[in-house]
């Protein structure tokens, strides 16, 4: 007997009433309501939520999670000194992740007394004497890792990176290195350019969409409005996904009446298939070979003459390919994989999006490579409706890369730092996430210093994590609400509350803005408009300011510069590409648009044209680390970690999954019915889920209950972070150290009554 309902439709009058309840939750209903009106407005606040870009019409700009995530940050639960009086560290690190949050904003800075395991009340001017202290006794600048979460805005960034840099450290791990990496170095490599080539005008002309490993209707919902509008139109989309999410099927928009008020949905998908885990690679690389086989005359040689170079070596790869390893890796058949290229190779303009679904595996790199031979072979990109599109998730991720968050400068940039600086930086490499946690672990890096985030639990490898961030002699953290990364402290750690994108950012000279960047190379204003949520919060940008004030000789004057934005938005006109006229052009309705060289075809690459990949199909999906349990046969399933609808990132908003028809849990285990029965499992039986690395270690997650979906045969998809103790640091992407979360092997081991004890991982 099923003991959950999946809903037949997403959208609709059930994400009303989501909206509304957790607009009561925040106890700040009325300003909630007005800030639901200004969110993605012209002389409005970005939405806190994903990277999707805005139209400039229409009195609602808003999502269902952003409308979650807005409540959230704005709630009249404060979390002050007599909390942290109440609770030692010890005793929050026992509480959950979805608890911690849920306690309030942070609002007045804290310091960790490791004699008592409380944390206690310090000025902000002894925050900033005692960061400074530490970062003078430091031997190596490289001993300091600057971590950024993708909401940092583009001045908080940049004066964060200039500060790391002028401190003598290219230590940028972000976020980014964990989610679309592998999108950044595969689209530099082929097109010149990490970001993707479309705007958001482009979904209305488009003759066919590919939503290729994302679940645009919880992890991107207002993609469902386009996603909606272009299928009115006669647009056909096709989903790669390997679960069957129900955003993907039917779609009510809630501002529609009909939709909101009848039955009635709209078909969203045109073809919807369910590659195997790690197989979209090879499903791409059989529609290439379709194409070769059935529609070679189709295939754009003017364009492939003109503008590529690399086709003859990528013809021959796909040539050699057989059809029985494409469709055993991709777990499609021909005739499947034969209806895909069809759509796409009678299709005048199409647009390819994707997100973690392909970035999180361990050829990921080569998969978005193959996105991107279909486009060139066909010619779809460079021209209106056509080209290619990574969704960003966090909303000015992809803003932090293009002020200057990279361990890995360019020589460009900082010649061009150098310059209003007159100082000479390093240009080493730095460290990303994988790198900073190995340096945290083994001792070499002594400061953690994070601008937003959760490093703790949106990194793989909980217990190797949790470690190295404990290891830290000083962990400082810039945040809004309280998180695991705080409770991981040893020797010193500081606590910094920070205003929210909601709030009023009053400075001498006024009202402040921010800016961000969206997925679609969209930079334009934030102006937060409700009250701070207390007094004793700073901006960002201010606490960025007064730290580097605090640690550095005075060759830039940062107390300027956390009075007046624009004047860092005039250092950034200097020195970026593109942000000429800065200030003026945020006073245009829509900002502007960063131009996109490829977008141009215009290739900034080794060659100067767009380059084919041409890479083999690898022998397995799995990253070598796990080469033992391969050997040993001890691999049942791959396992993929996954977001719920009340969840965004690290952030866990309730304990629901209305789209998958999951309430009241999260330690559930989505797996086909048919390996279920198999293993002797009933729906709702209790599984610990294991998983072995080379080194020996066995790792578990406990007290999972079986729930059954329809997902192809061998694979099995839960919720993160509970399931990150199961991924070994080791475990990355070739050639972008992004987390493999989305094929992890695993096995499973039912658990008796007796045994069923909930533990937190």
Request: net charge neutral.
């Amino acid at each position: 007997m099923s003991i959950h309902k999946q809903p037949e439709k997403a959208g609709g009058l059930a994400s009303v009433q989501s909206t509304i309840k957790h607009l009561m939750q925040s106890h700040r209903t009325k300003d909630n309501i007005k800030n639901l009106l200004r969110v993605n407005q012209t002389d409005g606040f970005d939405c806190p939520g994903c990277a999707w870009g805005d139209n400039t019409h229409g009195a609602f700009q808003f999502c269902e999670n952003g409308a979650k995530a807005i409540a959230w940050e704005s709630t009249d639960k404060q979390l002050d000194s007599s909390f942290f009086k109440t609770h030692s560290v010890s005793q929050l690190l026992k509480q959950s992740d979805y608890w911690l949050e849920y306690q309030g904003r942070l609002t007045e800075p804290m310091r960790y007394n490791h004699q008592t395991d409380h944390y206690e009340p310090i000025s902000w001017q002894g925050a900033f004497a005692l960061i400074a202290d530490k970062l003078k006794q430091l031997t190596d600048p490289n001993q300091l890792e600057l971590y950024t979460s993708g909401r940092a805005s583009n001045e908080a960034a940049f004066l964060y990176q200039l500060f790391g840099r002028l401190f003598g450290t290219n230590n940028f791990p972000d976020c980014s290195n964990m989610c679309h990496e592998a999108s950044g170095v595969a689209l530099t490599q082929a097109i010149g350019v990490g970001k993707g080539t479309v705007v958001l005008d482009d979904f209305e002309q488009a003759d066919a969409i590919f939503v290729l490993g994302q679940n645009p209707g919880t992890n991107h919902p207002r993609m469902m409005n386009a996603l909606r509008k272009a299928a009115k139109q006669g647009c056909k989309i096709v989903s790669f996904n390997n679960l069957k999410e129900v955003a993907l099927k039917k779609f009510a928009s809630p501002q529609s009446p009909t939709e909101l008020l009848t039955p009635m949905a709209t078909q969203i998908s045109h073809l919807y298939l369910t590659p195997k885990l790690g197989g979209d690679m090879a499903a791409l690389r059989g529609m290439a070979k379709w194409i070769f086989e059935q529609r070679s005359k189709q295939i754009n040689r003017n364009f492939i003459q003109t503008h590529t170079h690399y086709f003859d070596d990528y013809q021959k790869v796909v040539t050699q390919t057989s059809w029985q390893k494409i469709e055993q890796q991709s777990g499609l058949t021909q005739a499947e994989i034969a209806q895909a290229a069809t759509i796409f190779i009678e299709s005048n303009k199409v647009i390819s999006c994707w997100a973690m679904g392909l970035t999180q595996h361990k050829h990921s790199v080569d998969t978005i490579n193959e996105v991107v031979n279909l486009h060139l072979l066909t010619g779809q990109i460079g021209k209106a409706g056509a080209g290619l599109c990574p969704v960003r998730g966090h909303s000015n991720v992809q803003g932090n890369r293009t002020v200057g968050i990279n361990e890995k400068p360019s020589a460009e940039f900082i010649r061009a730092l150098e310059k209003i600086t007159l100082v000479k930086l390093p240009t080493a490499p730095g460290h990303n996430v994988y790198q900073a946690l190995k340096a945290l672990h083994q001792k070499n890096s002594k400061v953690l210093i994070s601008l937003g985030g959760n490093l703790a639990q949106a990194a793989a490898d909980t217990q190797f994590t949790h470690q190295a961030i404990k290891n830290a002699e000083l962990n400082v953290q810039i945040s809004t609400k309280l998180n695991r990364t705080h409770l991981l402290v040893s020797q010193d750690a500081l606590i910094l509350p920070c205003l929210g994108r909601t709030e009023k950012d009053n400075k001498v000279s006024g009202l402040q803005k921010i800016t961000v960047e969206d997925t679609f190379s969209m930079v334009h204003a934030s102006k937060g408009m409700t009250d701070p949520i207390s007094a004793n919060c700073l901006s960002e940008t201010e606490i960025i300011a007064q730290i580097a004030h605090a640690c550095l000789e005075q060759n830039i004057n940062w107390l300027a510069l956390k009075d007046d934005y624009s004047k860092i938005r005039d250092l950034m006109a200097k020195t970026l590409a593109g942000f000429a006229d800065y200030n003026q052009k945020i006073e245009q309705p829509a900002g502007f648009h960063l131009t996109n060289s490829a977008a141009q075809l215009n290739w900034q690459t080794k060659t100067k044209r767009a380059e084919f990949g041409f890479n083999q199909l690898p022998e397995h999906i799995l990253s070598d680390c796990y080469s033992e349990q391969i050997n040993n046969k001890q691999v049942q399933f791959v396992l993929q970690s996954l977001r719920s609808h009340d969840q965004y990132n690290t952030t866990i908003y309730g304990m629901d999954d209305r789209y998958r028809g999951i309430q009241g849990e999260r330690r559930v285990l989505f797996i086909n019915q048919q390996d279920a029965e198999q293993l002797g499992l009933s729906q709702g039986d209790k599984v610990d889920i294991q998983s072995v690395c080379d080194q020996g270690i066995l790792r578990q997650a406990h007290n999972f209950k079986i729930v059954y979906y329809d997902i192809p045969r061998g694979n099995l998809a839960a919720y993160y972070p509970e399931t990150n103790p199961l991924l070994s640091i080791e475990s990355i992407g070739e050639h972008s150290y992004t987390p493999t979360s989305k094929s992890i092997p695993v096995s499973l081991k039912q658990i008796t009554d007796s045994l069923n004890i909930n533990v937190i991982s």
